[in-house]
Structure formats: C-alpha cells, structure tokens
C-alpha cells in the first residue's frame, strides 16, 4: 500500500500548472515562504489552506479530490465585486502584477509616540502574475498591479485583493496609495523594497502623512524617504466603460 500524500503534495495536485508557486502564495497574502515552511513542517493552518485555496478558485471538494486544475481567476472573497464586471470578458491579461510579500513593520512617530506602522516587500523587477486589462486602461502601459498582503486597511483592502496601480496620476488627498521608501544599496546606490501602501491624509512640502485602518494608526513619513509615491486606481474608475 502507498504512502498517503502529504499536504504539501496535496496543495501541488490542485496547483493550476501556469501558476508559480511565487505568484501562488503573493496572490494568497501569505509570506512567500508559506508553501515550503508546509513541506518542512507538514501541516498548515487551515486559514492559511483555506487563503491558498481561495486564492485559485479550488473548494474543499476539489481539494480533497486531489484533481489538477486549470487557472482561475482569483475568488471572489479575494477581489472586490467590480472586479466581476470585466471578469470572463474578452480582455487581455497582460497587466503585470509585481511581487510583495510581507515585511517587518517599521516604527513611526506619531504625535511623540512610536506606533508600528504594517509594511510590504516589494520587487518592482519581478512579476509574479498577470490580471485582466479593464477597457478604461486601454491606452495605458504604464499600470502594474498588486496583491494585498497584511490586513493594515482592511476592510478597505483586504489580504489577497488586487489592486491597481497608476504610477503617472499624482494622488490627493483621500487616496490610496503605494508608497516606495528609499533604501541604500551598495550595488545600485539605492532601491526601492519597503513600500506602505495606506490612504493619503495631508501632503506638506516636508512630509506625507498617511493613514492605516487596522490598528488605526496616523503617522508621518518625511519627503526625503520616499522615493516614489503611486495612485491606487478606485474600482469605479476601473469599471467606467
């Protein structure tokens, strides 16, 4: 009699074949490490089996049948209900999605006090994946996209949900946005891998201050640490035919 299957083995019977193990686990909101920390220890979390399975379109049933899949959109608890208005339609899918994954927070000083502000990795070299191009986007080349991870503005954002990006429409105040974070690198002087993505409260010519929803939380980030700061497109811009 065989072996039964681990469930490392188990999650890469449902794995769709196109699917990076990468893509998989950003897609999830999980810590890129998730799937080969489930193969060292041999168990999970059902919440984090649960994120994997949501993240492509797979229930228990599928799950326990063991049976490979073909990809799926991501589910719909991971992507706000405008996004089924261009889903299944025929678009194209050739928006990259960039890597995150979670970070170490990084501590702020709010009003004199040190608050832990939630931040993510991001490799803006790296795609992980590709999602549907919304009709309102046609002309523009320049949108990436990303994967929520961490829960700093849920329920606004929730952990797995795509976002947007637009990296050439200045924000305003009461946007969200991706905030890249200067890092020095000895190779390349410096580079962008911290980003905080969060809602855009005041603008001044020293500083941003953000916001975060989960714990609520406003802090300031100096001008001179931040080297790019990027619109997230709102789902009634998206979906504006």
């Not at 193969?39 to 379109?57: E, F, P, V």
């Not at 609520?216 to 997230?232: D, L, M, Q, S, Y």
Request: proline share 6%; net charge negative.
């Amino acid at each position: 009699m065989s072996d039964p299957l681990s469930l490392f083995d188990r999650l890469m019977a449902v794995k769709p074949v196109s699917l990076s193990v990468n893509a998989w686990t950003v897609r999830a909101g999980l810590s890129r490490s998730a799937l080969q920390d489930i193969k060292r220890r041999g168990n999970a979390s059902w919440d984090t089996i649960q994120k994997l399975l949501d993240a492509i379109g797979v229930t228990q049933a599928e799950f326990e049948a063991g049976a490979r899949q073909t990809e799926k959109e991501p589910s719909t608890d991971a992507v706000r209900a405008p996004y089924q208005a261009f889903r299944g339609q025929d678009r194209p899918r050739d928006i990259p999605v960039v890597g995150t994954a979670q970070c170490a927070d990084i501590e702020f000083t709010t009003d004199g006090e040190p608050v832990a502000i939630e931040t993510m990795e991001m490799d803006m070299g790296e795609v992980v994946d590709y999602v549907r191009r919304p009709a309102s986007l046609d002309n523009r080349r320049d949108i990436y996209a990303i994967y929520f991870v961490g829960g700093s503005l849920e329920p606004r954002y929730e952990a797995g949900e795509i976002a947007y990006v637009d990296p050439r429409r200045a924000p305003s105040v009461g946007s969200y946005v991706v905030v890249q974070l200067r890092r020095p690198d000895e190779t390349e002087g410096e580079r962008v891998h911290v980003v905080l993505a969060k809602r855009l409260n005041k603008v001044t010519a020293t500083h941003y201050e953000l916001e975060q929803f989960n714990p609520p939380a406003r802090f300031r980030v100096e001008r001179e640490r931040v080297k790019h700061i990027h619109r997230i497109i709102p789902w009634h811009e998206l979906v504006a035919f």
